[in-house]
T-cell receptor
Framework: DSGVTQTPKHLITATGQRVTLRCSPRSGDLSVYWYQQSLDQGLQFLIQYYNGEERAKGNILERFSAQQFPDLHSELNLSSLELGDSALYFC????????????FGPGTRLLVL | AQSVTQLGSHVSVSEGALVLLRCNYSSSVPPYLFWYVQYPNQGLQLLLKYTSAATLVKGINGFEAEFKKSETSFHLTKPSAHMSDAAEYFCAVSGPGGGADGLTFGKGTHLIIQP
């Protein structure tokens, strides 16, 4: 158990819909990262927050957005969902934004039908 | 831009044999390198990391990796494979310099252990 929690574990929805994935980092970690794992793209970094502020963006689509709240939990919002958005979405956390080990949560498996 | 190449999407070894998973990186600055393992239906677990200290890094479950700057490699080894080592292994790079702080992952290597 890494100490990072993600909810829900599974999510099934339809094309065009919007979903919210939630992540609680390890106690004491200020930085949260979101990754997408799919069969064709592999593991891709989406976005990073540090202490409530967006710090870095990776390959995140404009239809996707995220935020980190004062209690440090984070939410990833996916809208106008397409079949290709079906993937495993991981959250990771670290104490500091650079150089530190990232601890991964168990992931949320999203299936868009 | 940083990149990671893992040679071999599948590697099969016999139980008790040497495990060698290959990783080569491309980075414009001295990198930090990581190996993660993913068991079926689970998240990623850190095996070991290189952060510019000793070039031979020991990790959990008997794994180790050696950073070779001249070869831009960070191969993962284990002297004797166990059935429980069957999993997906990912090499990742994160630069300590500028740029995004997210990890760049390789495509992964599926390790199969033959009884």
């Amino acid at each position: 158990d890494s100490g990072v929690t993600q909810t829900p574990k599974h999510l099934i929805t339809a094309t065009g819909q919007r979903v919210t994935l939630r992540c609680s980092p390890r106690s004491g970690d200020l930085s949260v990262y979101w990754y997408q794992q799919s069969l064709d793209q592999g593991l891709q970094f989406l976005i990073q927050y540090y202490n409530g502020e967006e710090r870095a963006k990776g390959n995140i689509l404009e239809r996707f957005s995220a935020q980190q709240f004062p209690d440090l939990h984070s939410e990833l919002n996916l809208s106008s969902l397409e079949l290709g958005d079906s993937a495993l979405y991981f959250c990771a956390s670290s104490v500091a934004p650079k150089q530190e080990t990232q601890y991964f949560g168990p992931g949320t498996r999203l299936l868009v039908l | 831009a940083q990149s990671v190449t893992q040679l071999g999407s599948h590697v099969s070894v016999s139980e008790g044999a040497l495990v060698l998973l290959r990783c080569n990186y491309s980075s414009s600055v001295p990198p930090y390198l990581f190996w993660y393992v993913q068991y079926p239906n689970q998240g990623l677990q850190l095996l070991l990391k290189y952060t510019s200290a000793a070039t031979l890094v020991k990790g959990i479950n008997g794994f180790e990796a050696e950073f070779k700057k001249s070869e831009t490699s960070f191969h993962l080894t284990k002297p004797s494979a166990h059935m429980s080592d069957a999993a997906e292994y990912f090499c990742a790079v994160s630069g300590p310099g500028g740029g995004a702080d997210g990890l760049t992952f390789g495509k992964g290597t599926h390790l199969i252990i033959q009884p």
